[in-house]
Structures are given as structure tokens and as C-alpha cells.
């Protein structure tokens, strides 16, 4: 079993920075690849990047230069950086870990960005 925790989340004006941050515990030994995902009211949960146990990083495509995932694996955590945030990057952002083909979830931390 994988237990993930988010954190960082809240209200920031447009133009402004948040750092997420997802901490993995449990059977944290065969975790691959974790990610970021997002969901917007109304809308599907959506990728915004991805990051395997080597270090290699995917994103979306609408979303690059402004977001920057990164991973320490000492400390079992990922992180997002989001610069420069736009109104439409308000969401509930659920982290996400791949256990031996098995897929995990966090509970999920609420992304605000007034105009």
C-alpha cells in the first residue's frame, strides 16, 4: 500500500507562484513513475506532469515552461512548481504514484488563482 499526502495548495493572485508538494509513504520501495494531475469544476482530471524514478519528465503540452516537476527520493516526495498562474489554472491537484502497475492517489489540494 502507498499513502500519498499533498500540500502547498491555496489562493494566489494571477501572475503568482505555489509549490506543491506530494510526500509518499508506506511501500514506497517500487514506486515508478509520479505525476500531477488536475481537475477543473465540470471538467476531467487532466495531466500536468509526470516524473519516473530515473528522473525523465513529461508534460502536457499546454503547460511547458510555466509548471516544473521535480522529485527527491530521499525524502519520497515530488513537487510542482507553478509559475506565473492564470485563472484557468484553478483546480483540485491530486498527485499520483505507480506501484508495480498499480495506480495510487492523494486526497487532493485546491489550486485558487483570482484575476
Known amino acids: 500500500q502507498v499513502q500519498l499526502a499533498e500540500s502547498g495548495g491555496g489562493l494566489v493572485q494571477a501572475g503568482g507562484s505555489l509549490r506543491l508538494a506530494c510526500a509518499a509513504s508506506g511501500s514506497i520501495v517500487g514506486i515508478n513513475t509520479m505525476a500531477w494531475y488536475r481537475q477543473a469544476p465540470g471538467k476531467q482530471r487532466e495531466l500536468v506532469a509526470a516524473i519516473s524514478s530515473g528522473g525523465s519528465t513529461k508534460y502536457a503540452d499546454s503547460r511547458p515552461g510555466r509548471f516544473t516537476i521535480s522529485r527527491d527520493n530521499a525524502k519520497n516526495t515530488v513537487y510542482l512548481q507553478m509559475n506565473s498562474l492564470k485563472p484557468e489554472d484553478t483546480a483540485v491537484y491530486y498527485c499520483?504514484?505507480?506501484?508495480?502497475?498499480?495506480?495510487?492517489w492523494g486526497q487532493g489540494t485546491q489550486v485558487t488563482v483570482s484575476s
Open positions: 499520483n504514484a505507480d506501484y508495480y502497475g498499480r495506480d495510487y
